[in-house]
């Protein structure tokens, strides 16, 4: 069943009281993780150097990094600045396998002043775990994160 992701919007309002990045990731991640159902990983990579992608908060195992954009499922979405939904990592070729047990991924995009900031990354064990409702949930998400932040 897809989430009620109009409820988790108002949720993450009330949740992001402060407007400080480090905070506002790291309770986004953490949200996300109680509250989509069959997720092994989510969490954010910053744009720290230009063309790379660094390992921001995230909830899940340890995770690779850095991400070049020019690499991997995370690459597309920071070099496209499109979100990313696959149905079955395996089948995707320069796919960066982090672990094992993903099968499924999403991956927002997040742009601030037409800088591309970050994105924020969701695994699952499930293959096609991600409809086209849940990219459209989860994009409402990462706005209220990014309306709520301050992101430089
Ligand atoms: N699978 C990602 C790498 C990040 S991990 O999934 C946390 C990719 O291909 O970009």
């Not at 897809?2 to 009330?14: F, G, I, M």
């Not at 990094?65 to 990592?89: E, L, N």
């Not at 991600?130 to 994009?139: L, N, P, T, V």
Request: hydrophobic share 45%; charged share 20%.
């Amino acid at each position: 069943m897809t989430p009620d992701y109009a409820l988790l919007a108002r949720q993450l309002e009330a949740l992001l009281d402060t407007r400080d990045w480090l905070t506002n990731s790291a309770q986004t991640c953490a949200f996300l993780m109680q509250e989509i159902p069959d997720l092994n990983w989510a969490g954010f990579y910053l744009q720290r150097s230009p063309g790379m992608l660094g390992l921001g908060p995230f909830q899940g195992k340890p995770a690779c990094h850095p991400i070049p954009f020019d690499q991997g499922v995370c690459g597309a979405a920071a070099r496209t600045r499109q979100t990313q939904r696959v149905d079955d990592v395996h089948a995707v070729t320069d796919h960066i396998a982090c672990d094992a047990a993903s099968n499924a991924e999403l991956v927002v995009p997040i742009t601030v002043n037409g800088r591309l900031w970050g994105v924020l990354d969701l695994d699952s064990p499930v293959k096609g775990r991600f409809s086209a409702a849940d990219q459209a949930g989860i994009e409402r998400l990462v706005a209220v994160f990014a309306g709520r932040t301050d992101l430089t």
